[in-house]
């Protein structure tokens, strides 16, 4: 008898059915009274995490608690295991990911980016559970690992600790919130394409490890007035060398470090490029066959450039996987700024 036998082998049911969203949020409620009771649940920092939840989009933080306090009830009164039958049986296909990424995301070790492993024996039950097989579970494990990780390497210029929203879409084009540029969405949902943005940063990236980042600044008039006099190659270097890379970069990854800047002028577009080599910094991870989930090496290229009225640092970063040997400097800079000025060339500035 495993001790999740009253989760995974009940009979037990409830009389009403839940909703999607419910169902969803039950996983997570159920993995989180797994190994502890009633009273240990933090109903609003389960929320919180449900919050970033695409299913969730339409619901405020105290629309979710609601759900999870009523959750946490039903499992009260007719036991844990009627909530997990409740919910498997409501999960579509299209949910049973989002279902188990909610069971995922409440065990994993935020700081390790693994599951714990005496956690590792509930995991597994709840795949196979949720008709799961082994390469969907772990996929869903490193997109969870990948956004962690996402999330702790790349921190705002200014270092606010707003979340990064995921959004997902249905239109080609994004639109700056500040009305400030739209450019074509470069990554497909198909292939894991996210968006992730919030005022000031908007970040594309997919399971390939496409990364592609801008961050956008307004600058204050007075400011500008000095730009008009001053060096702006100068101003450009001091914004990426001395501000952005250490703040956005060098603090998170001690091991990085800057291997490569230049100023050009293209045409309208006077930038300030700068390569860095990130060991173990990429945005994606590989799982090695012990299970243990190692982030991969990568360098990342960053342009920065005045447009109008607003300071732009427009990014990209270059994974290596196994057997990947990275070109010379030179080369390996070359190609990433390329890459970026071809992003750049789709951005409409308005």
Known sequence: MTSYEQIFNSKQTIEEALSPEEAVAAIAVVTTLADSTDEQIDAESLASILWQFEVFAEYSEEEIIEIVDELITIAEE???????????????????????????????????LVIPEEKQPYIKQLQQALKLDESEAQEVIQEITA???????????????????????????????????????????????????????????????????????????????????TDKQAYLRSIM???????????????????????????????????????????????????TITRLNAYRGLISFIQDDFLYIVSSQRSFFNGDTPDSIEEEAENIK??????????EFT
């Open 147 to 229: 956004a962690f990780q996402q999330t702790d390497n790349e921190d705002d210029l200014d270092d606010e600790e707003d979340i990064l929203i995921v959004e997902d879409y249905s239109e080609e084009v994004y639109e700056s919130p500040l009305g400030n540029f739209t450019v074509p969405i470069p990554v497909d949902a198909e292939q894991g394409g996210k968006i992730q943005s919030q005022e000031g940063v908007v970040g594309f990236s997919d399971d390939f490890g496409t990364l592609l980042r801008i961050d956008y600044y307004p600058i204050p008039p007075e400011q500008l007035e000095e730009l008009d006099s």
């Open 78 to 112: 007719d036991g844990v295991g009627a909530l997990f039958n409740a919910a498997s049986q409501t999960l579509s296909d299209e949910l049973v990911w989002d279902g188990f990424a909610a069971g995922v995301i409440i065990l994993l070790d935020g700081e390790k």
């Open 338 to 347: 390329e890459s970026i000025l071809e992003f750049v060339d789709t951005i």
């Open 241 to 291: 060398v001395d501000k952005y890379v250490p703040q956005a970069i060098l603090q998170n990854l001690p091991d990085a470090a800057i291997k490569h800047t230049e100023y050009q002028e293209k045409g309208e577009l006077n930038y300030y490029y700068t390569l860095v080599d990130m060991p173990l910094g990429s945005t994606i991870s590989q799982q090695d066959n012990n299970g």
